[in-house]
């Protein structure tokens, strides 16, 4: 992918996060904190550590599924992180916008990094929980774009899965997620599973909200 097309995508994925941000609180850039979503990003990359065979005391499988959707969890702190520091880069009068710096460092990490193994996975994942706890974003950036390469096919893959999480959490939000009358288990299964299935008979990106919420409505 070249940059023109890889940043399009990258500025879509930060206005949809913002568009969700905004949805749950609409004065979110001046009730959030940058340490907010640096805690939010070292706690998912715990969860995403949960789904790799750490522990050696017991056998574990990983699913690639749940792994997958935990990557894009990060991704969605990360962009919030983005656009909270972009808002108030440009709140300081400053000339140069986040966005336009850490977009293309992103799309550099990506094009730079190496495929890691298992044991690799683990290793990065104590790196960003590092990296959060002492706020140091574009070590994050650089550390996440290892675990996108070796978790997705390409980064297009990791962007339809973000699309279809973001619808997700737009229907959790309507169907009461933040006063905690949503219900994540669906027929016994969570509703990350469920989108996870729903995507991968999705290749058209325009067709993805529609299909997501028909499928939502139908199973809960």
Known sequence: MDFVEFRIKMLKCLQLQDELNSKINPNWKEERTERDFFRAIWLEAAEFMEELPWKWWKKTETDFDNLQIEVVDIFHFLLSLALLKDYRWKKHNSSISYTDVIVPFFYLALENSDKLNINGL???????????????????????????????????????????????????????????????????????????????????????????????????
Not at 146 to 154: A, D, L, M
């Open 122 to 220: 683990i290793i990065v994942s104590e790196d960003i929980v590092r990296q959060s706890l002492s706020e140091k974003d574009t070590a994050l950036f650089l550390s996440f774009a290892g675990i996108v390469k070796s978790v997705f096919e390409s980064f297009n893959q990791m962007y339809l899965l973000y699309m279809g999480k973001n619808i997700l959490n737009h229907v959790r939000q309507e169907k009461g997620y933040k006063s905690g009358n949503y219900q994540k288990m669906i027929g016994g299964l969570e509703d990350n599973k469920h989108l996870t299935q729903i995507i991968k008979q999705v290749k058209d990106e325009q067709e993805l909200e529609k299909v997501i919420r028909k499928a939502f409505e139908k199973i809960g």
